[in-house]
């Protein structure tokens, strides 16, 4: 049986791979029955795209799957999932979460949690190194993407008690 900082491994290759492509260094991984099915990364700078967070690109390259596969799915995600990624999730029923951190940018993990989905968040120090490192180095290309979104990634009705 593999564990989850096994896993969370592999979704951190792929925002390395990200990252090679000159992308943003997010990757996510989908696991059914301890295997990888999916995965994904960051696509918005690559792709030119508004949707293909790591998390989304994972779920869409598993294919369509049936309600009780989601069921047995979780996805890792090497930075907190954005409202439009956990919005997938709860959509699709995939009950469970594995997170590499949420220091640099926290999502809406209380929407997941809120929604019966386990949250699991590692902690992880590569995931945050990485990422840190590409918003220092990168500020410009991050801080237009921050504000796009209105400079928050967390759920937006105004009850926000993430922390
Ligand atoms: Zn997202």
Not at 11 to 30: C, D, F, M, R, Y
Not at 134 to 159: H, R, S
Request: hydrophobic share 35%; with cysteine.
């Amino acid at each position: 049986m593999k564990n989850d900082t096994y896993f969370m491994s592999e979704a951190l290759l792929e925002a390395q791979k990200s990252l090679k492509e000159n992308g943003i260094p997010i990757g996510a991984v989908l696991v059914m029955d301890d295997k990888i099915i999916s995965r994904g990364h960051n696509r918005l700078i690559q792709n030119d795209s508004v949707i293909l967070h790591a998390e989304m690109d994972a779920i869409e390259n598993a294919g369509r799957l049936n309600h009780e596969d989601y069921k047995k799915c979780c996805l890792y995600t090497t930075l907190s999932p954005c409202p439009m990624c956990s919005g997938a999730v709860i959509l699709y029923n995939i009950s469970r979460v594995v997170i590499g951190e949420n220091t640099t940018l926290m999502g809406a993990e209380n929407l997941l949690k809120s929604n019966g989905v386990e949250v699991v968040v590692l902690n992880d120090v590569r995931c945050r190194d990485l990422f840190l490192k590409y918003t220092d180095d990168y500020p410009e290309i991050w801080n237009e993407e921050l504000k796009k979104v209105g400079n928050t990634t967390e759920i937006k009705n105004g009850n926000n008690s993430n922390r």
